[in-house]
């Protein structure tokens, strides 16, 4: 099983930056992709950035050229900096981290693990 841990989630006024991160850990894995996606009131959740274990990157639209992904799979690790908030990017901020465990032979397929939830609140 994969455990993961998110922080850097508060409150900020518009035009502002946040960095949240997420930590991976558990039993022996094997980390296939990390991303972010958030839920925000009334709405569904929606993938804001994703990062493959060969670094390659995909943003939804709304905050391409404001977020980046980046990601340390030898420390189990992903960050999302966030750049000129607004407040349309109010919302609970989840990790995601598909993972192949070691059974000691093989690993398994992939599974989908998610953190708790970090809460990112803009003021405008």
């Known amino acids: 099983q994969v455990q993961l841990v998110e922080s850097g989630g508060g409150l900020m006024q518009a035009g502002g930056s946040l960095r949240l991160s997420c930590a991976a850990s558990g039993s022996t894995f094997s980390i296939s992709a990390f991303a972010w996606y958030r839920q925000a009131p009334g709405k569904q959740r929606e993938l804001v950035a994703g990062?493959?274990?060969?670094?390659?990157?995909n943003y939804a639209d709304s905050v391409k050229g404001r977020f980046t992904i980046s990601s340390d799979n030898a420390k189990k690790t992903v960050w999302l900096q966030m750049d000129g908030l607004n407040a349309e990017d109010t919302a609970v901020y989840f990790c995601?981290?598909?993972?192949?465990?070691?059974?000691?032979?093989?690993?398994?397929?992939?599974?989908?693990?998610w953190g708790q939830g970090t809460q990112v609140t803009v003021s405008s």
């Open positions: 995601y981290v598909g993972a192949k465990i070691w059974n000691g032979a093989s690993y398994s397929p992939r599974n989908d693990y």
């Open positions: 990062i493959t274990s060969d670094g390659v990157t």
